[in-house]
């Protein structure tokens, strides 16, 4: 046997014109079940092979070939093969063998991307024929290639399913859009529809409108995407609806788009895409809009113009000099080449917090920072504070609230410190506070705040913060930590020497291998163990599990003389746990459990041991 | 109240809920354009090179996806927070919450998943090629434009040391070169599934095989209709580098000649020796060849009448950090990423281009204009892949 199939092989390399005789397949395939493996890998080869051998226009008889292989007597493997070499080689008279075997189990895949790929009406009537047959999993697939054959034969049979309660509803409406026909033709938007139809329908408003274009029907296309333009709220849908009326040379484009130009999620693109579409005309219709746009509107134009070098570019920026809304008088002088000054700014500022233009807010109070940096600049603070505690949407306060943690007045501390609960403001609020904190609160409350904050905030960038304003006013955020009664010095065993977690990455990650921490007592101590923890944890004290649970816990405990080896794992092996640990007496006083330090009174001294004490052999 | 007076509830004390909050999930402030707030970012796909891209925009990870459960938790000990954790990327795209997505998984998936990003409105980070069709490198390119999206891809030509500028009229061709395509894997090779993995939803679009260890996780990239062998992984960083300096650009009819060996046994069948000569009105212009060379090992690039440099394909430190850089400017900005989908469409097309015309065993001419083989209806029926299941472009 194996020389036949190596003669057969040899055959083949040496015969590219297979095609012209395609006898030896059947014969390479009686050999697939008494061959070894590197035979069986090379008959599947050469089938392959076979499939391109006779070149690109003289597929028939190699086809035929294919379709003998397809009888059950051949293996497995071997039908595969064949169904892959109809898919490049098949015409509409092999469409009824390809059919026959769609609803194979294992083969049905197969046979529906082999006739997906074949020319012909014939298999487009071999695949409608087939949907009602065909295993449930196929079906998406079988209806989508429908809808990439582009063939409009296929439309009563795609609408009947789309117009029914089968689940390929939404398949066979998105296969009809890929024919052209728009989604509203085959059932109205349902009211009751899921998120994720209605973006299926919206997309298949998209889909339709591309497929017209492609058929040469502009004019149904521009109509899609004018419908689908002004109902959608989704930007993506909206931007993909803009581009295709640019595309679609639309005169509707311009005026939509600046409709756009201010919308909360799509307004950056629909910049983005009036500077650099190539439809003609949009300099001049852009221009000719602008003496009627609101400010903020003016202003986006304005640099738009100047992207694109529009002819009118200049005129526009003189006659903007002298608008009377200060935002667009400023992005006037900055085209000009002016410099504004600071009353200026903070008017500008003030003009685009009223009209609610986060664009330009963020760009001017860009340049009023800057400028502030260099000199002095009167009534930025004030201004700052009234837009963080005001009424303004979110994103505009928690960029004051930015600004005033990297000025620090005084003047912004009750602002701060109210919005530090705050579910979205909380976190810049934190930053601000703290760094207000640090430069103008008495030591002593300073660090009592910052350490807090270093440790309990939910919002890690206000406790990375915290830790540096911590130093800045002098204080160890370790050693301030440790008096609170914060554990924070663990030890997660590794086969060297072990790592350290340290208050960078506080709270402290532990995975399955455990973190230790150990407590030396003077003597015989009752306290309190509070623990947090986002996921299951097992806390052990030696080797007795003293609290487990998930969430906030606390365990009652006595310390005895001398060394106690705490150890935090997580519950289940897979999963790590983040956890903090504060060590308090049995009234809920914290314990202070630096080295040496004076103890509460009446209470035994108790001290953890640190990464230090470790390094000295402690 | 004092001016540093602050509740206890918030900080100081040490309540249950005080304490929850602790380990509770910070909201940031809503985006809205030109305030923007650091993006949120989901990663798809967490295998070697998703794990890079995590680790180099750790602060920004706000969602983590695999469809190997060992593979997230590898991922959530790295990220040490509380992120949406899921084996279905369309969760990751559903979600509000998350602004732009890092695409790493095997190349089948990576059109689809691209554009599916596009059209739930997020930018992208997207592992190159951009697909393993012809029909699924144009659709990326089509979504990212159609929905105006910020779409960088992973190559490092743009962000090279190196003068931006092709070379002024080489005399020859080009030249880039990788190892010869491994050997091996076992076609009859039965296991069971890990349970860690979701091998249905790793096949995803690809076309239903059972379970073989020669395939996933790392070894796909061997199989000719996954991964496509060297040309399309690796080596793709040197066809970039190659094709720019020589000024190749899909703009005209390219004509491709590939010849190579199969493999005589095993599960993967992309030729070892790959050869590949892309012409241009009767020149030669690009030559890739994975023919053993006198040249070192790693991929690298040959200029006509210059030594040959294994360098240049490789991404430093300096470029990394600049693509990186680039995609979370423009995301920003809405500016085009240096590293878009335009480059990497033309790379993605010379890689396919040549896998295709050693597939079909005959020379085949690309024309751009008509996105189609010039007078070779079979090698079109190539162009576009029936997908599996309910998945589509």
Not at chain 1, 75 to 85: F, I, M, S, T, W
Not at chain 1, 124 to 136: C, G, H, I, S, V
């Amino acid at each position: 046997m194996r020389g036949v199939v190596i003669a057969v092989l040899t055959f083949l390399a040496a015969n590219s014109a297979l095609g012209q005789d395609p006898a030896p397949l059947a014969a390479l395939a009686e050999g697939y079940d008494n061959a070894d493996a590197a035979q069986q890998t090379a008959i599947l080869r050469a089938l392959e092979q076979a499939a391109f051998a006779a070149g690109p226009n003289d597929t028939e008889e190699v086809a035929q070939a294919f379709v003998a292989l397809l009888n059950e007597r051949y293996p497995e493997p071997v039908r595969r093969q064949a169904l892959d070499g109809l898919a490049v080689t098949a015409g509409p008279e092999q469409a009824a063998a390809m059919a026959a075997l769609l609803d194979h189990p294992s083969l049905g895949q197969a046979a529906l991307r082999a006739l997906a790929s074949t020319p012909g009406s014939a298999v487009t009537e071999a695949l409608t024929a087939a949907l009602d047959r065909l295993p449930e999993p196929l079906i998406p697939s079988a209806i989508h290639a429908l809808g990439m054959r582009n063939d409009p034969a296929a439309i009563p049979a795609l609408t009947a399913i789309a117009q029914s309660e089968q689940p390929a509803r939404w398949a066979a409406l998105d296969a009809l859009a890929m024919l052209g026909v728009p989604p509203h033709q085959v059932f109205p938007f349902p009211r009751d529809a899921s998120t994720t139809e209605a973006h299926t329908y919206a997309l298949a408003v998209l889909r339709a409108a591309q497929a017209r274009t492609a058929q040469g029907d502009q004019r149904t296309a521009e109509g899609l995407y004018l419908m689908i333009a002004g109902s959608s709220n989704r930007r993506p849908i909206i931007i993909a609806a803009l581009n295709g009326l640019a595309d679609a040379g639309s005169e509707q484009f311009v005026p939509m788009a600046l409709g756009y130009l201010h919308h909360p999620q799509a307004g950056a693109a629909v910049a983005s895409l009036l500077r650099e579409t190539a439809m003609p005309g949009v300099d001049e219709k852009l221009a000719g809009a602008f003496p009627s746009l609101q400010g903020p509107g003016k202003a986006v134009v304005l640099d738009i113009l100047a992207a694109r070098n529009a002819p009118a570019a200049h005129e526009i920026t003189q006659q903007a000099l002298e608008d009377a809304d200060p935002l667009v008088r400023l992005r006037a002088q900055q085209h000009a080449g002016m410099t504004p000054d600071g009353p200026q700014l903070l008017a500008a500022l003030d003009a685009s917090l009223r009209q609610r233009d986060p664009t330009g807010f963020a760009e001017i109070l860009a340049l009023l920072m800057a400028r502030a940096r260099e000199a002095e600049l009167e009534g930025l603070d004030a201004a700052l504070v009234d837009v963080a505690g005001g009424t303004a949407p979110e994103a505009f306060r928690a960029a004051a609230l930015d600004a005033l943690a990297e000025r620090a007045p005084r003047a912004g501390v009750s602002a701060a410190r109210d919005l530090l609960d705050d579910p979205v403001l909380g976190s810049p609020a934190g930053r601000a506070f703290a760094a207000i904190t640090a430069r103008h609160a008495p030591r002593e409350q300073a660090v009592e705040l910052l350490a807090a904050m270093a440790l309990q905030s939910p919002h890690d960038d206000v406790r990375v913060a915290a830790l540096a304003h911590l130093k800045e006013v002098g204080a160890d955020p370790a050693e301030v930590s440790r008096s609170g009664g914060w554990i924070t010095d663990w030890r997660m065993p590794t086969p060297s020497d072990g790592d350290w977690v340290s208050l960078d990455q506080w709270p402290p990650r532990v995975d399955q291998t455990g973190a230790v921490a150990c407590l030396i007592a003077e003597a015989a101590f009752p306290v309190i163990l509070h623990i947090t923890a986002d996921t299951p944890y097992r806390l052990m004290l030696g080797e007795q599990t003293v609290a487990s649970g998930t969430g906030a816990g606390s365990a009652r405990i006595t310390l005895e003389r001398g060394e106690n080896l705490l150890r935090i794992e997580p519950a289940a092996a897979e999963q790590g746990v983040v956890a903090a640990i504060r060590i308090t007496n049995r009234e809920g006083v914290p314990v202070n459990l630096n080295t040496g330090a004076d103890a509460v009174d009446g209470q035994p001294r108790l001290r953890l041991l640190t990464r230090e004490d470790h390094a000295n052999g402690d | 109240m004092a001016p540093f007076d602050i509740s206890r509830r918030s900080f100081l004390g040490v309540s249950a809920a005080g304490a929850v909050s602790l380990l509770a999930l910070p909201r940031p402030a809503a985006a809205s354009q030109g305030l923007v707030s650091p993006p949120r970012i989901g990663f798809i796909g967490l295998g070697a090179a998703g794990l890079a891209h995590l680790q180099r925009l750790l602060p920004h990870a706000a969602a983590l996806c695999d469809v190997d459960t060992e593979r997230l938790a590898h991922a959530r000990q790295l990220v040490g927070r509380r992120v949406l954790e899921t084996g279905d990327y369309r969760h990751v795209l559903a979600s509000p919450d998350i602004d732009a997505v890092v695409i790493a998984t095997p190349d089948h998936w990576h059109a689809y998943q691209a554009v599916h990003a596009c059209q739930a409105g997020k930018d992208l980070l997207l592992e190159t090629p951009l697909g393993t069709t012809p029909g699924e490198a144009a659709a990326v390119v089509d979504a990212v434009r159609r929905f105006g999206r910020v779409a960088q891809t992973v190559l490092w030509a743009p962000f090279s040391p190196q003068p931006d500028t092709p070379s002024a009229a080489p005399d020859g061709p080009w030249t880039c070169w990788d190892r010869p395509n491994p050997s091996g894997g076992d076609r009859h090779l039965a296991a069971p599934v890990p349970p860690s993995l979701d091998w249905d939803r790793w096949l995803g679009p690809a076309m239903w095989r059972a379970y073989n260890p020669s395939l996933a996780h790392h070894y796909f990239r061997w199989v000719f209709d996954l991964g496509g062998g060297r040309i399309r992984q690796d080596g793709l960083q040197a066809l970039a580098v190659a094709a720019h300096r020589a000024d190749l650009a899909l703009d005209a009819p390219l004509t491709v000649t590939a010849t190579g060996a199969p493999p005589a046994s095993g599960l993967w069948d992309c030729p070892s020796d790959l050869h590949v000569v892309y012409a241009r009105n009767g020149q030669d212009r690009l030559v890739w060849t994975q023919r053993p060379v006198e040249w070192p090992l790693a991929a690298g690039i040959k200029p006509p009448d210059g030594a040959p440099d294994a360098s240049a394909a490789q991404g430093d430190a300096d470029q990394t950090t600049a693509l990186y850089a680039d995609w979370l400017h423009c995301i920003e900005t809405r500016e085009t990423p240096r590293a878009g989908v335009a480059q990497a469409y033309r790379t993605t097309m010379l890689a396919l281009l040549g896998n295709l015309a050693w597939q079909v065993g005959r020379p085949l001419t690309w024309d751009p204009a008509a996105r189609a083989f010039t007078d070779d209806a079979q090698a079109n029926r190539l162009m576009d892949r029936l997908p599996r299941g309910p998945w589509k472009l």
